[in-house]
């Protein structure tokens, strides 16, 4: 399983921009998606997630300026970044519990994946 996350880059304050992620491989069923970011010296923190069903849930930092969304038939999830800051600068990681297939047929393993992570960079 692979996450391929795209769309990063450099906004100015109080700008908007949009992450895509798309999981691909020997993918059986998704669970959880979302997006975690790490800024320069910081743990990774959590932006938000959105389960199968469409249930949303984001940090106090982000909600009500980032909206998290997903495609269940194209295996994708996006964020919408809306009012960004400087402290919103981080290294972004897309997320997902993915049930896998396995070489053994009929079998499947559950396992938390990461895509590479996409920069974004807010300027004043």
């Known amino acids: 399983v692979q996450l391929q996350a795209s769309g990063g880059g450099l906004v100015q304050a109080g700008g908007s921009l949009r992450l895509s992620c798309v999981a691909s491989g020997s993918i059986f069923s998704i669970n959880d998606m979302g997006w975690y970011r790490q800024a320069p010296g910081k743990q990774r923190e959590l932006v938000a997630t959105?389960?199968?069903?469409?249930?949303?849930n984001y940090s106090d930092s982000t909600k009500g300026r980032f909206t998290v969304s997903r495609n269940n038939a194209k295996n994708t999830v996006d964020l919408q970044m809306n009012s960004l800051t400087r402290e919103d600068t981080a290294t972004y990681y897309c997320?997902?519990?993915?049930?896998?297939?396995?070489?053994?047929?009929?079998?499947?393993?559950?396992?938390?994946?990461w895509g590479q992570g996409t920069l974004v960079t807010v300027s004043s």
């Open positions: 997320y997902a519990n993915v049930r896998a297939r396995t070489i053994i047929a009929g079998f499947t393993r559950t396992a938390d994946y």
């Open positions: 959105i389960t199968a069903s469409g249930t949303t």
